[in-house]
């Protein structure tokens, strides 16, 4: 579930999850909205404001940051009064119609967000109970209320309904549960064990990586926050009959797939393959959360060497990714290959409350009501994303999960 962005990209391309390139891009163009001051990042919120915010407060809670009030403030104002999400309201006093485009992945991850965080249960049971009324009949979900089920949608709203306290193997559609969708979707061990996306207009089932990484969370009951399993061992395939043999497949799929080179590809139609480094990251929470910690070790060195860059340019979302694949394999985030991932991300946006731990070195409060400093380089624009994938013409696999079509 890479640095998922917007309605609009998620909507043009049809899938979720955001390629990331490598870290040379284009300036992001000046963002349509103004940026408000309880949120993290400075580029247009649009197509990914509860996004990257819901990441940003589930990183922080992982770090033992205790976020700005504004912060979680401007989340929960998000929320449309049936209790979904959009990608971006940017009049919260304005009363949700249906030509607001709401969506099952920012709601998913505001409610793994605001569980982490605690106390704020109604705004959390009112999105499930939003989330249920949009099951679809083979018990999984798409992006958008009543589109086709896919896997990184359906895996994030697993790793919320966990997260709520609901049981996912109970929350069920036409006698389907998520898990009975998630097994539909992976791939038999002769085509890699890994998730597909969603089946083609054929019918077929393509590997997808990005949908793996977050199929193997959702299969396992886990969330965008999982920790590594104790007592695994290294996965093998066999047939996916059961959630957690075809989390097991999807583990092999990416245990082999940065094996060689320690990282996963872009594969972009007319462009050469380059390091996706969000798909990685998502990759190491995975193969962690299954059991292969020795398998995560070595993208997770990679990461280590290579990713901060990548994070400085796109922003709090990235930087969450990686603050998440530390916490999956008990890294040091604020010492992640010379770089403090937590100080990076909290500069992004409304200093944290000062709780008496370290927070990346940021510990001011906001009571001030002031705009804190963000970090101007935070994106490459989703602007860039939606002329790409249009031309490229593929889909992009947040919420929105947005989680494209990529393989290793």
Not at 381 to 392: C, M
Request: charged share 15%; with cysteine; proline share 6%.
């Amino acid at each position: 579930m890479n640095v998922r962005r917007s309605a609009a990209v998620l909507a043009a391309t049809a899938v979720i999850g955001a390629a990331t390139p490598a870290v040379a891009a284009s300036p992001s163009p000046t963002p349509s909205v103004a940026i408000p001051s309880g949120l993290y990042g400075s580029t247009d919120p649009t197509y990914d404001g509860v996004w990257r915010q819901s990441l940003a407060l589930l990183a922080q809670d992982t770090a033992g940051v205790k976020p700005a009030g504004k912060a979680v403030d401007w989340l929960t104002g998000q929320q449309c009064a049936n209790g979904s999400f959009a990608a971006f309201r940017a009049d919260p006093a304005k009363a949700c119609d249906a030509k607001l485009m709401v969506d099952s992945n920012s709601t998913a991850a505001a409610v793994q967000a605001l569980a982490a965080l605690g106390g704020h249960e109604a705004v959390a049971d009112k999105a499930v109970v939003w989330l249920k009324s949009v099951q679809n009949a083979d018990g999984g979900w798409g992006y958008a209320p009543g589109g086709a089920s896919d896997t990184n949608s359906t895996s994030v709203v697993v790793g919320a309904l966990a997260a709520a306290g609901e049981k996912p193997a109970e929350v069920v559609k036409g006698g389907k549960s998520p898990y009975d969708a998630l097994v539909k979707l992976a791939l038999p061990c002769d085509a890699g064990g890994a998730f597909a996306y969603q089946p083609d207009k054929q019918g077929t089932l393509s590997a997808n990586a990005d949908a793996t990484a977050a199929g193997v969370l959702g299969a396992l009951g886990e969330g965008l926050a999982a920790e590594a399993a104790t007592g695994g061992a290294a996965a093998t395939c066999a047939a996916p009959g059961t959630p957690q043999q075809a989390a097991a497949n999807g583990a092999a799929y990416l245990a082999k797939a940065v094996a060689e080179d320690g990282y996963l590809t872009s594969v972009l139609p007319g462009a050469e393959n380059q390091p996706d480094y969000g798909n990685t990251a998502d990759a190491v929470v995975a193969l962690a959360a299954q059991g292969g910690t020795e398998q995560a070790r070595k993208p997770l060195s990679w990461l280590q060497q290579n990713a901060a860059a990548w994070a400085k340019q796109n922003g709090p979302a990235a930087y969450a990714q990686l603050v998440l694949a530390a916490h999956a394999t008990g890294a040091d985030p604020r010492a992640f290959g010379g770089t403090d991932l937590v100080a990076a991300l909290n500069a992004t946006g409304p200093a944290p409350q000062p709780t008496g731990k370290a927070t990346g070195g940021l510990q001011r409060d906001d009571s001030d009501g002031k705009d804190d400093e963000k970090d101007s380089d935070d994106g490459f624009g989703v602007w860039w994303t939606v002329g790409v994938f249009l031309v490229a013409g593929i889909g992009i696999g947040f919420l929105i999960s947005g989680r494209r079509k990529r393989q290793p």
